[in-house]
């Protein structure tokens, strides 16, 4: 069983009522993620995306909010804030040292397979892969390997 941090993108795709196509589209491989894929892994989120749902600019706020109640939280620990830091610094994430810099480092201290977002131009870039990569195997650690939902679907207990 896979380990999955779900970013903030997941969870605002899902409850989004945006009808362009790009939108539906990810709503509705959202929706199905979540049901038939959610139970296969052990899916977690931190306080930084409970943080940024509940932003007052954040029109869905409450069903996104109720989407991840019952998901839990990886700690944001000493070693996190510092990788955020260091992956901003280096210039693998963009600052400040919130938001993507602070998912990517909390998947990456607690050891987390995936990381499952929409956002394709800060996390699931296969141009960050290798800077992600190096930088992080300086201190030891190795980062999740980030995609977008439709990239992590198993059937029959084997990834597609």
């Not at 210039?91 to 909390?106: C, N, Y």
């Not at 699931?124 to 990239?151: F, S, Y």
């Amino acid at each position: 069983m896979s380990a999955i941090y779900l970013e903030t993108s997941f969870i605002s795709s899902y409850v989004t009522d945006r009808m362009d196509a790009a939108s539906v589209y990810r709503r509705q491989t959202a929706r199905e993620w979540w049901s038939s894929q959610k139970s296969r892994h052990e899916v977690w989120i931190s306080e930084e995306v409970l943080t940024e749902l509940s932003h007052p600019s954040f029109t869905r706020s409450a069903a996104a909010l109720e989407l991840t109640q019952d998901v839990p939280l990886l700690p944001l620990t000493d070693d996190v804030r510092g990788l955020a830091r260091l992956l901003v610094r280096e210039k693998v994430m963009p600052g400040p040292v919130a938001g993507d810099a602070v998912h990517v480092a909390l998947a990456t201290v607690h050891g987390i397979d995936y990381l499952l977002t929409w956002n394709v131009r800060h996390l699931a870039n296969p141009n960050k892969v290798e800077h992600l990569q190096k930088v992080c195997m300086r201190v030891g650690l190795a980062p999740p390997r980030i995609v977008t939902p439709d990239l992590l679907w198993e059937v029959d207990d084997a990834p597609l």
